[in-house]
T-cell receptor, first 116, second 113 residues
Framework: EAQVTQNPRYLITVTGKKLTVTCSQN?????MSWYRQDPGLGLRQIYY???????DKGDVPEGYKVSRKEKRNFPLILESPSPNQTSLYFC???????????????FGAGSRLTVL | AQSVTQPDIHITVSEGASLELRCNYS??????LFWYVQSPGQGLQLLLK??????LVQGIKGFEAEFKRSQSSFNLRKPSVHWSDAAEYFC???????????FGRGTQLTVWP
C-alpha cells in the first residue's frame, strides 16, 4: 500500500531532550515536507526537500533540523525541544512534474508531540 | 508574502442544507489550489485540486470548487451536506516557489441532524 509512515505517533518528552520523528514513504516521491498543526493556525510548513540532499526552510524552521540522505526518508530532528514545539506534526510527500497525481500531497497520519 | 485566507473559523449547517466554504489567496499569477479535509484524529485527505483549465472542479464526496481569478477565490461547495461531512477543511495554495505550500487556518464544519 502506498503510504507515508511517521513514527512515533505519540510522544511526551522533556525540555532539552533531543528527539527525532521519522518519516518514510514508499512511493519513490522526490518531494517531502514537514508541517506542524496548531489550533487556529492551520498547517505551517517547517522544512521541505525537493530531492535527496536538497532541503529548504518553510515558514517556521526555527528549532528544527532535517536531512534527506535517502529518497524515501526525511526525518525531523528537534535538537533541544521546548514547550512551544508541542504540536501535531505531519509529514507529506508527492512526486514532481506534470503528470496526473503530481503535486498532490500524501500525508502521514501525524505525530503528536508534547514537550514538558 | 503569499498567503491563504479562510475567513470562517467555524460553520454550522443542518444536514441536507447547502454548503459554501470560502478561501482567498494572495498571489499574482494562478497558483495551484487545493482543498483538504481532516476528520477528527485523522490525517489530511485531498478533496479536489485546481491547476489550470476549467475553473469549476469536481472532487470526491460530492464536493466542487470554483476558481475565480478576479476575486482570488477558490470556494468549496456542496449542494447537500451529510452528517459525515463534519470535519475541518483546509484550503491550500502553491505559488511560484516550488516546494512552498501555504495553508489557510481551516474551517471547522459542524452538521446538525
Amino acid at each position: 500500500e502506498a503510504q507515508v509512515t511517521q513514527n512515533p505517533r505519540y510522544l511526551i518528552t522533556v525540555t532539552g531532550k533531543k528527539l527525532t520523528v521519522t518519516c518514510s514513504q514508499n512511493m519513490n516521491h522526490e518531494y517531502m515536507s514537514w508541517y506542524r498543526q496548531d489550533p487556529g493556525l492551520g498547517l505551517r510548513q517547517i522544512y521541505y526537500s525537493m530531492n535527496v540532499e536538497v532541503t529548504d526552510k518553510g515558514d517556521v524552521p526555527e528549532g528544527y533540523k532535517v536531512s534527506r540522505k535517502e529518497k524515501r526518508n526525511f526525518p525531523l530532528i528537534l535538537e533541544s525541544p521546548s514547550p512551544n514545539q508541542t504540536s501535531l506534526y505531519f509529514c507529506a510527500s508527492t512526486r514532481q512534474g506534470a503528470s496526473s497525481g503530481a503535486n498532490v500531497l500524501t500525508f502521514g497520519a501525524g505525530s503528536r508531540l508534547t514537550v514538558l | 508574502a503569499q498567503s491563504v485566507t479562510q475567513p470562517d473559523i467555524h460553520i454550522t449547517v443542518s444536514e441536507g442544507a447547502s454548503l459554501e466554504l470560502r478561501c482567498n489567496y494572495s498571489y499574482g499569477a494562478t497558483p495551484y489550489l487545493f482543498w483538504y479535509v481532516q476528520s477528527p484524529g485523522q490525517g489530511l485527505q485531498l478533496l479536489l485540486k485546481y491547476f489550470s483549465g476549467d475553473t469549476l472542479v469536481q472532487g470526491i464526496k460530492g464536493f466542487e470548487a470554483e476558481f475565480k481569478r478576479s476575486q482570488s477565490s477558490f470556494n468549496l461547495r456542496k449542494p447537500s451536506v451529510h452528517w459525515s461531512d463534519a470535519a475541518e477543511y483546509f484550503c491550500a495554495a502553491r505559488g511560484s516557489t516550488l516546494g512552498r505550500l501555504y495553508f489557510g487556518r481551516g474551517t471547522q464544519l459542524t452538521v446538525w441532524p
